[in-house]
């Protein structure tokens, strides 16, 4: 994949509105045929990078290219980019057929042609038969699908999605989300998809933009995303994180000694160096922290006793939050743990040991 | 701007529709502001007749808004808010002042209670007259009432019943709910009902023409200056007056109460039945509004019956030849229809434009655009027609007795009508409609054709039909416009009237109103039903 060439190019763009700077300054470079996502809170700029795009906004600086074609001034009904919108944007007062064929028509496609791509597309997406109802007489995730084919049927070089499955229900959002990347995988479309769902995010792309005020903080796959997050809020924002803030005490290659507290916390880190009395922020997920009932055996590294706060149970694990008490006068440190597959051991109460594995915890360097 | 430029289709549209505004509707304007010279406005206060018609206009304004918006909320609250029988009946017989001559019902109410009327003299004996400040204060409380109804009616119906029931449930009940919740929620509606009626109470021309007597405002003692002295001066003076509370009173409506009022209607629909009105809030509603759709009635009772009688006031018999008085005019009569249907038919789509441009494209200037569009709604039609005489009637833009400066008064007089509608309408409609459109390769222009414009029929209809009637309604507007040869219906029907042929002018009113029925029902037949009228 890294191998493929460039082919949707942002350099410096920026972009206001009023005295709000929606985007600053980013540059992304996302490789031909791959699934790229842009992730973020609300507000953080990834629908204005997307409809900059589109070309529905105009960049106030920098510049867009498709390949080697700078594009900030083809106007958007030009850019064949073609993008499904959050709302769907079916047109009410057209069937489905017509809805599809309409941007084929203005390409200048008529008559049978123009129907058996149509019906195709149609087909392709299991909508064969629905070409003459409208828009309101078909499901919400029909209509999706109907979104969709109306921006495959262009075949377009690049397919821009603005949150697309944010309407459907948690069932078939799983669902759409993964016949949509198979389409994708199949098409060998370059995709730009627009989310603030970390979780759709790590499971369809190929590379995540993650995105906070305006700026892209870190560009990666998920994979890279999820376990090596370079800042408090990419860990913060994408999964659950439990940040142990501290000052270095002892440090050999690859392996280092944080005081948390009062308490000592034992990292293993290939490739991270760090030097006695350097303030630094480790994260470790909550299933990576192991919960037990009794003190564990021998090595006692990074355990840590506390008192199980209060829980709640999702089914398939159950999530604690246990204090761990720190210095005297300080308060409580409360660590989120998860435990998979609760069946057997019950809910825990009380007292508990928490061993965080050395070699689970993840330094935060950008910090 | 740079996105407009790629767009040269899209450019020409804008510029072409600031052109058409700028000379159709300011200029006009302009030319009556700067008519005359400054010592003819100077010489305003010592013109006894001048403040004589300034103060009857104010006093005139305050009396007939207030009645108006007080019979205007009753029967607003009527239909939105109380189980009172026959509410719906009243509803339609109130909306009927809407769709007739605004100079009808003072028409009427002379042929009713003048000094021959019907219940006066025939039905009492009395040889009370009706001519005067009362009749038009009566005249234009009945004329206004329903535009003040029809916005409240909205605003109580926009608070959801829900709030009501929550008051019930905290202990509140009868006159303390109706003092406490009902009306704080309702205040910003009745104040821009109020300002909205008080508008059209000023640029009154039809009721006080005909029934005011010496009782002069500004809008008839304007057209007095020009049909008696022919003084075009003294005209422009009064209008320029009459321009400047019609002015403030459109900014106030517009921009101080026009804005919260929106805010207050939200799309939440209000599942919740309303509790049964108690009887002693139900029956006096129900007499009242009884009382008031009697005097609607009236009107039309009035005006057939003065069709179709031989000489009224003495001789009640029924007759037919009035109706040679018809025929005699059928060229005003077909020379309206034709006027209005040309206006209505390009205003309807010259402002849906507009409001798609103002509301979907960026483009330097959209804000004066969106101004200019609605100023029409606060220029009176008697200045609007005194300014059209002075702009077009003249060389370079000489248009003197043709259709065309009647047309094009009409056109641009009703522009907001249909603008206002289309933006209400666009805002419900998703911006990202036009987006994927211009994403699958559509342009500006094209996208509006395919999938606004369609989206955007039913207030396209309802835009062409409130255009219609008021185009075929308005005296005031083309009463300085008509000559010979492009006189229209209502300027023969107040001649008429003013020389006496009550029973001519009665038929005459009658056969306008059900022409422009018959126009409205095939209008109606080819477009749907599915039409909003009058959302003020």
Redesign the interface.
């Given at each position: 994949m890294t191998d493929a060439p460039v082919h949707i190019a942002i350099r410096r763009l920026t972009k206001r509105f009023g005295s709000v700077t929606a985007v600053r300054d980013i540059s992304l470079e996302i490789t031909r045929g791959s699934f790229t996502t842009l992730l973020g809170p609300s507000g953080c700029g990834k629908t204005t990078i997307l409809r900059t795009l589109?070309?529905?906004y105009?960049a106030d600086e920098g510049d867009i290219f498709f390949g080697e074609r700078r594009m900030n001034?083809v106007?958007?009904?030009?850019?064949h980019?073609?993008?499904v919108?959050?709302?769907y944007?079916?047109?009410?007062?057209m069937t489905v057929f017509e809805n599809v064929a309409?941007?084929l028509k203005?390409?200048g496609l008529r008559g049978e042609a123009l129907r058996r791509k149509v019906e195709r597309v149609l087909g392709d997406l299991g909508l064969a038969g629905l070409g003459d109802r409208t828009p309101g007489m078909i499901s919400g995730g029909q209509q999706q699908r109907v979104a969709l084919a109306?921006?495959l049927v262009?075949e377009p070089e690049i397919l821009l999605l603005d949150e697309p499955l944010s309407n459907l229900d948690a069932k078939l959002r799983v669902t759409v989300r993964a016949e949509l990347r198979q389409i994708q995988r199949r098409v060998g479309i370059t995709t730009v998809y627009v989310t603030h769902d970390q979780e759709e995010a790590l499971a369809i792309s190929d590379r995540i933009a993650v995105m906070h005020q305006g700026e892209v903080v870190q560009y990666g796959t998920p994979w890279e995303i999820y376990y090596t997050p370079e800042s408090v809020f990419v860990a913060d924002f994408v999964g659950t994180a439990n940040f142990i803030r501290g000052r270095v005490r002892e440090a050999s290659p690859h392996r280092f000694t944080l005081e948390f507290g009062g308490r000592m916390i034992t990292v293993e880190l290939p490739g991270r160096d760090l030097h006695p009395g350097e303030e630094a922020v480790l994260n470790i997920r909550p299933e990576a922290i192991q919960v037990t009932t009794n003190l564990p055996d021998e090595p006692r590294v990074n355990v840590l006793e506390g008192v199980v706060r209060t829980h709640t149970f999702v089914g398939q694990w159950v999530r604690y939050w246990v204090d761990v008490p720190l210095r005297p006068e300080a308060a409580p440190y409360e660590f989120i743990v998860d435990v998979p597959d609760p069946r057997e051991r019950g809910i825990l109460e009380g007292r508990v040991f928490l061993r965080l594995d050395p070699r689970k915890i993840h330094h935060l360097q950008g910090a | 701007m740079k996105k407009l430029l790629r767009e040269p289709l899209l450019l020409a549209a804008i510029a072409a529709i600031f052109i058409a505004l700028g000379l159709f509707v300011i200029y006009p304007v302009l030319r009556v502001l700067l008519y005359p010279s400054l010592r003819d406005f100077l010489g305003l206060p010592t013109n006894e007749r001048y403040v004589t018609a300034t103060l009857h206009t104010f006093v005139i304004v305050v009396l007939s808004t207030t009645t108006a918006t007080v019979v205007g909320f009753l029967f607003a609250y009527t239909f939105a808010r109380t189980t009172v029988p026959c509410k719906t009946l009243f509803r339609s017989i109130a909306i009927l002042p809407l769709f007739s001559p605004p100079f009808m019902i003072a028409f009427s109410y002379i042929l009713i209670f003048g000094r021959n009327g019907l219940v006066t003299y025939t039905l009492l004996g009395t040889r009370y007259n009706i001519i005067g400040w009362h009749g038009l204060w009566l005249s234009q409380t009945i004329a206004f009432f329903p535009i003040a109804a029809l916005v409240m009616e909205g605003v109580l119906q926009s608070i959801a019943p829900s709030l009501e029931y929550a008051a019930r449930n905290l202990g509140a009940s009868g006159w303390r709910l109706f003092r406490t919740v009902t009306l704080p929620l309702a205040r910003p509606g009745v104040a821009g009902a109020a300002l909205l009626v008080a508008i059209y109470v000023l640029a009154d021309f039809g009721n006080p023409v005909m029934i005011a007597g010496h009782y002069t405002v500004l809008p008839t003692e304007a057209w007095a200056r020009i049909s008696g002295w022919g003084d075009v001066t003294g005209a422009a003076v009064l209008s320029s007056v009459l321009l400047v509370p019609a002015f403030g009173l459109f900014l106030a409506q517009r921009y101080w109460v026009g804005r919260r009022q929106y805010l207050t209607i939200t799309g939440k629909v209000a599942l919740l039945t309303l509790p049964p009105t108690p009887w002693y809030l139900k029956w006096p509603l129900f007499a009242f509004c009884t009382v008031v759709s009697a005097l609607i009635l009236l009107v039309y009772l009035g005006l057939l019956a003065g069709a179709f009688c031989r000489g009224w006031g003495f001789d009640y018999t029924p007759t037919l030849r009035h109706w040679q008085d018809v025929l005699a005019n059928t060229r005003s009569l077909i020379h309206s229809l034709v006027f209005a249907g040309v206006a209505a038919t390009v205003s309807s789509l010259l402002s849906i434009l507009a409001s798609y441009l103002v509301s979907r494209k960026a483009f330097p200037g959209r804000w004066v655009l969106d101004f200019v569009a609605i100023l029409p709604a606060a220029i009176p039609g008697v200045v609007f027609g005194i300014g059209y005489s002075l702009a077009f009637n003249v060389p370079p833009f000489d248009l003197y007795g043709t259709a065309t400066i009647i047309i094009l008064s009409m056109i641009f007089w009703n522009i907001p009508m249909g603008y206002q509608t289309g933006i209400g309408r666009l805002k419900q409609i998703a911006p990202s409609l036009g987006e994927a459109a211009s994403n699958l390769g559509a342009g500006s222009l094209k996208t509006f054709w395919d999938i606004e414009l369609p989206l955007l029929k039913s207030s396209l209809v309802s835009a062409f039909v409130v255009s219609f009637i008021r185009a075929v309604t308005t005296l005031s507007v083309i009463v300085f416009l008509v000559t010979n040869r492009n006189v229209v219906a209502t300027f023969t029907i107040l001649n008429l009237a003013n020389d006496g042929y009550r029973g001519a002018a009665a038929a005459l009113t009658t056969a306008l109103l059900a022409l422009s029925c018959i126009v409205l029902a095939i209008s109606r037949l080819l477009f749907g039903r599915n039409v909003e009228l009058f959302r003020i």
């Open positions: 589109a070309g529905f105009e001034d106007p958007s009904h030009r850019r980019a073609a993008m919108f959050q709302d944007a079916l047109f009410p007062h309409y941007g203005i390409g109306r921006a262009m | -």
